[in-house]
C-alpha cells in the first residue's frame, strides 16, 4: 500500500529511475505549505515511528482514519493560522522543522484505501486526492454510532467479511492475504468511485470538527478560495512557494483560480509555458541531431547524431514534467494524463536511447580495436551491440507496462506470441541471419579474399546479415543468402600458403637433345632463382609429343599474398622464359 494525503512524501509518481534525482526538488516544493504544524517534543519522543492505525474491523478502520486526518487537519490549521497572523512572507525554520516531524504521521492515513486496481505509477497522485476525498465525504454525511459500526468480534461471526456505511455504497472489505492479511480497507470498487461520491457531496456544509474548522482557517486566510479543502488542494499554488511568498500568491487575481478542465486557468497558463520550454528543448536536440548527421562519414560512422533527440525526450519525461507537475500542483484527471504521457515518453525514451547508445558503442568499440568498417570482426560488435540494446529495449518496454497497470508477464508473454508468428512468417529471413552468425563466428572468409562458391569466384565485398556480396572478374555484384554459403562448400583462393603454377611451352621435333637438356635445365634454374617461388617442388619436364612438337610441362608454386602479386610474378617468369628461349635460339610451336 502506498502512502497518499497530502502529506505524502512521494509527492509525485516519478519513474523510477528519475525519482531519485528530482525528490529533493519535488519534496522542497511541495511539503513545505501544505503541511500542519504543532507536534511538541513530547509528543515526538512518544511516538512510535513503526505504529499503525488498528485496522481490524470496520470500526477500528473507520475511527483510526477519522483521528489521524483529525490530527492532521488540527495540525495545518494551527499552522496555517500561525502564518497568518505571523508577519511573516516564507515559512520560518521552526516551522518547516514542524512540517518535517509531521511527515511520520502521514502514511497512515492512506492505509484504508485499497489502491490494488490503480496502475502502480498513478498510485501516489491517485492515492493522496482519494483519501482526501472520502476525508470530505466523511465531513459531509452522517456516521453511525461507533458502537453500530461493527468490531472485530462481531465481524469473525459474519460469513461475509465486508460491511457498508448505513446509506451509502461506501464499503469496507477484508483483505484475504499478504502482509496486511485481516486489515479492513476501502474496496477497490469503492476507491474507484470515491471522485463521483464527492461530486454528489461536495456543496453540503461540513459538519462541525477539525474539517470545519480547517476550511474556516482557508478562508480567513483567504476569502476568495475555495469551498472543499479537496478543491484548495488541487489547485493551490504551492509548488511556487519556495520561490514566491503564499501571501503573495494569493494576491492573483480571482479569474486565474477558476476551474476548467480539472485545472485552473493558473496551472493550464504554466502548463503551457512548460510545454514550450520543452518543445524548444525538443527543437534543440533535433538540430544537433541534423548537425551530427552532416558531420564527415569518419565521424558520422560512430552514430553520435542518433543520441540528443531521445536524451531530450528522457529530460523532459524524467525530469521536466515531474517537476512542472510538482511546481504547478497538478491533479486530477490532468495529472492522470500528464502521468500516462511521462510514463509513456519516459520508457520510450528509455528504449530509444538504449538503442542508440549500444549502436554507438559497437562503433566505439570497433574502431577502437582497429577493426575495418567492413570486416567480420566489426560486423560481429555491431551484432552483437544491437542485441544488447534490444534486449535493454524491450526490459525497459515492459518495464513501463507494468508501470501502467499492464502485467508484465502478459507481456512477455504476448512477445513470445508475437515472435513465434514473426519467426514463423520470416523463417526465411532468420535462416539467412542465422548463416551471418555462423559466417561471423567461423570465420571461412573475409571480407577482401578471392573465393569459389556456389559456382561462383570473386572477391569478398560485404558479408551482411542477410546476403553475401562477390565481386566477380568481370565487375559483376552477386549476392548469395547466407543460408546458402553456409550449406555450399567454399574454396578459399586467399588462404592458399602457395598458389600452383601449371603451364606447357611446345618446341619442335628438330629440336636437339642436348639443347632440350639445357632449355629445361634454364627454365628451372630462373624459376629458382625468383625471389617469390617455392623452392622445392619446381618441375619442368618433357611431358608428351604432339603432332605440333615437344610438349614441356612446367610446374612450381609461388608464395604471393594476391591474385594481382601472382599475375605479376607469373607475367616476370614467362618473359624470363622467352629470352632464354631467344637466346638459344629456339621457337614455340
Known amino acids: 500500500m502506498l502512502q497518499p494525503l497530502v502529506l505524502n512524501r512521494a509527492i509525485l509518481p516519478i519513474p523510477r529511475m528519475a525519482r531519485h534525482l528530482l525528490s ?13 504544524g504543532v507536534m511538541t517534543p513530547a509528543r515526538a519522543a512518544e511516538a512510535n515511528p513503526l505504529a499503525v492505525p488498528d485496522a481490524s474491523s470496520p470500526r477500528a478502520a473507520l475511527q483510526g482514519f477519522l483521528a489521524e486526518t483529525d490530527s492532521i487537519y488540527a495540525r495545518w490549521a494551527d499552522l496555517m493560522a500561525d502564518y497568518l497572523h505571523g508577519g511573516t512572507l516564507y515559512l520560518t525554520p521552526g516551522q518547516k522543522r514542524v512540517i518535517r516531524d509531521v511527515l511520520n504521521d502521514a502514511p497512515n492515513a492512506g492505509r484504508i484505501l485499497d ?12 492515492g493522496q486526492e482519494r483519501t482526501l ?5 466523511l465531513d459531509r454525511i452522517p456516521l453511525p454510532d461507533p458502537a453500530d459500526i461493527p468490531d472485530a468480534t462481531a465481524m469473525a461471526k459474519q460469513t461475509a467479511k465486508r460491511w457498508r456505511l448505513p446509506g451509502t455504497e461506501i464499503e469496507f472489505v477484508q483483505i484475504p492475504q499478504g502482509p496486511r492479511a485481516g486489515d479492513y480497507v476501502l474496496s477497490p470498487a469503492t476507491v474507484e468511485r470515491l471522485p463521483e461520491f464527492y461530486d454528489r457531496v461536495k456543496d453540503l456544509p461540513y459538519k462541525p470538527g477539525a474539517g470545519r474548522r480547517l476550511i474556516e482557517t482557508y478562508h480567513d486566510f483567504d476569502p476568495a478560495s475555495a469551498n472543499s479543502i479537496y478543491d484548495i488542494f488541487i489547485a493551490s499554488p504551492v509548488g511556487l512557494a519556495v520561490i514566491l511568498p503564499m501571501r503573495w500568491m494569493l494576491a492573483w487575481p480571482s479569474w486565474t483560480r477558476a476551474h ?10 504554466g502548463l503551457a509555458i512548460g510545454a514550450g520550454l520543452c518543445a524548444g528543448l525538443l527543437w534543440l536536440s533535433r538540430r544537433l541531431a541534423v548537425r551530427l548527421s552532416a558531420q564527415p562519414e569518419e565521424s558520422l560512422r560512430h552514430r553520435w547524431h542518433l543520441i540528443p533527440v531521445p536524451a531530450a525526450l528522457l529530460l523532459i519525461a524524467g525530469l521536466a514534467l515531474p517537476a512542472l507537475c510538482a511546481f504547478l500542483r497538478i491533479g486530477g484527471t490532468p495529472r492522470i494524463m500528464i502521468e500516462v504521457l511521462e510514463t509513456t515518453m519516459f520508457y520510450g525514451a528509455c528504449a530509444w536511447l538504449a538503442l542508440s547508445c549500444c549502436a554507438v558503442a559497437g562503433e566505439t568499440i570497433a574502431g577502437a580495436e582497429g ?3 567492413r570486416t567480420l570482426d566489426g560486423q560481429l560488435v555491431r551484432l552483437a551491440s544491437r542485441l544488447v540494446g534490444v534486449m535493454l529495449a524491450i526490459g525497459f518496454l515492459v518495464e513501463g507496462a507494468d508501470s501502467l497497470g499492464i502485467p508484465a508477464y502478459s507481456v512477455l508473454a504476448g512477445l513470445g506470441v508475437g515472435g513465434l508468428a514473426v519467426a514463423l512468417a520470416a523463417k526465411d529471413s532468420l535462416a539467412n541471419l542465422l548463416g551471418s552468425l555462423l559466417i561471423m563466428f567461423e570465420k571461412p572468409f573475409r571480407v577482401g579474399h578471392h573465393i569459389r562458391l556456389a559456382g561462383h569466384e570473386g572477391t569478398v565485398e560485404d558479408v ?12 559483376s555484384l552477386i549476392s548469395i543468402p547466407n543460408d546458402s554459403v553456409i550449406n555450399t562448400m567454399v574454396e578459399n583462393l586467399s588462404l592458399r600458403p602457395m598458389r600452383r603454377q601449371r603451364f606447357r611451352i611446345g618446341l619442335p621435333y628438330t629440336t636437339p637433345r642436348v639443347t632440350l637438356d639445357a632449355f629445361t635445365d634454364g627454365v628451372r634454374r630462373l624459376i629458382h632463382d625468383h625471389e617469390l617461388t617455392e623452392k622445392d617442388g619446381i618441375r619442368v619436364s618433357l611431358s608428351d609429343l ?11 608454386h609461388l608464395q604471393v599474398p594476391d591474385s594481382a602479386t601472382e599475375l605479376q610474378a607469373r607475367h616476370e617468369i614467362l618473359l624470363r622464359v622467352m629470352a632464354l628461349a631467344e637466346e638459344m635460339g629456339l621457337s614455340f610451336t
Open 260 to 269: 476548467v478542465g480539472g485545472a485552473t486557468v493558473w496551472q493550464w497558463i
Open 546 to 556: 604432339t603432332d605440333k612438337g615437344l610438349d614441356i610441362l612446367i610446374v612450381f
Open 24 to 36: 529533493r526538488v519535488a519534496l522542497a516544493a511541495i511539503v513545505l505549505l501544505l503541511l500542519p
Open 115 to 126: 489502491l490494488s486496481g490503480v496502475p502502480p505509477i498513478l498510485r501516489p497522485n491517485v
Open 464 to 475: 551482411g546479415f542477410r546476403s553475401t556480396r562477390i565481386r566477380t572478374p568481370d565487375n
Open 133 to 137: 476525498q472520502f476525508r470530505e465525504i
Open 371 to 373: 577493426l575495418a568498417l
